[in-house]
């Protein structure tokens, strides 16, 4: 009697393997905080031997950074995709999805990561590299509807600031319990006031 073979195993990539750990670690990150992205802790997310996770990323504070910047980006990514659709639509979009609690884990990461950022230096050039992307998406769609005549804001760049220290600000709550309504409402009316449009439209 002659036994079957046994399936062979694909061997991962260095890319798709790298891939992996990341998203790993993303997922410990929103769960349990960057401080708990060791790589002990992402080796066992995995069930892998942390001597993997370290052939990748030798320290882990490259691995934390990683980790944020690609939660992040994702989040970017699904809040301000890049899209054909009107700026109205696109910022109407944007709010109905940031100002809730979809993204509440991502808020609590963002919060995590300007805390430790202070004593992180890579941490650090990674939450500011990732607040540059937010700006930059967030001033091109405010350009985008002054020149569609859409919006009536006097400097894109000066507008997407105010907006987005707004929506951070009640971000902030995210901590300490739901929302509140009126801090919500807050976000869309300084971005309507920015804007120039009637308080309504967003």
Same mark, same amino acid.
């Given at each position: 009697?002659? !036994? =079957?073979?046994?399936?062979?195993?694909?061997?991962?990539?260095?890319?798709?393997?790298?891939?992996?750990? &990341?998203?790993?670690?993303?997922?410990?990150? +929103? /769960? #349990?905080?960057? #401080?708990?992205?060791? +790589?002990?802790?992402?080796?066992?997310?995995? *069930? %892998?031997?942390?001597?993997?996770?370290?052939?990748?990323?030798?320290?882990?504070?490259?691995?934390? /950074?990683?980790?944020?910047?690609?939660?992040?980006?994702?989040?970017?990514? #699904? +809040?301000?995709?890049? =899209?054909?659709?009107?700026?109205?639509?696109?910022?109407? $979009?944007?709010?109905?999805? /940031?100002?809730?609690?979809?993204?509440?884990?991502? =808020?609590?990461?963002?919060?995590?990561?300007?805390? +430790?950022?202070?004593?992180?230096? &890579?941490?650090?050039?990674?939450?500011?590299?990732?607040?540059?992307?937010?700006? *930059?998406?967030?001033?091109? &769609?405010?350009?985008?509807?002054?020149?569609?005549?859409?919006? $009536?804001?006097?400097?894109?760049? &000066?507008?997407?600031?105010?907006?987005?220290?707004? %929506?951070?600000? %009640?971000?902030?709550? %995210?901590?300490?319990?739901?929302?509140?309504?009126?801090?919500?409402?807050?976000?869309?009316?300084?971005?309507?006031? #920015?804007?120039?449009?009637?308080?309504? !439209?967003?």
């Amino acid at each position: 009697m002659t !036994s =079957s073979p046994s399936p062979s195993r694909t061997r991962k990539t260095a890319t798709d393997r790298r891939a992996e750990i &990341v998203r790993a670690a993303g997922t410990v990150a +929103l /769960a #349990e905080g960057l #401080e708990s992205v060791t +790589l002990r802790r992402v080796a066992d997310e995995l *069930g %892998v031997r942390p001597g993997l996770i370290s052939h990748y990323f030798p320290a882990a504070e490259e691995l934390v /950074a990683t980790a944020f910047g690609a939660t992040a980006s994702a989040e970017l990514d #699904e +809040l301000l995709p890049a =899209s054909d659709a009107p700026p109205m639509e696109r910022f109407r $979009r944007f709010f109905a999805a /940031a100002i809730g609690e979809m993204f509440d884990d991502v =808020s609590r990461l963002w919060l995590n990561a300007r805390h +430790l950022s202070r004593y992180r230096p &890579v941490l650090s050039a990674e939450v500011n590299r990732q607040q540059d992307n937010w700006h *930059g998406r967030l001033t091109a &769609v405010i350009a985008d509807g002054i020149a569609a005549g859409e919006f $009536r804001a006097g400097d894109a760049a &000066v507008a997407a600031t105010r907006i987005l220290v707004a %929506v951070d600000g %009640v971000s902030t709550y %995210v901590n300490v319990g739901q929302i509140p309504p009126e801090a919500a409402a807050f976000a869309v009316l300084t971005a309507e006031r #920015e804007l120039g449009l009637p308080t309504g !439209s967003l």
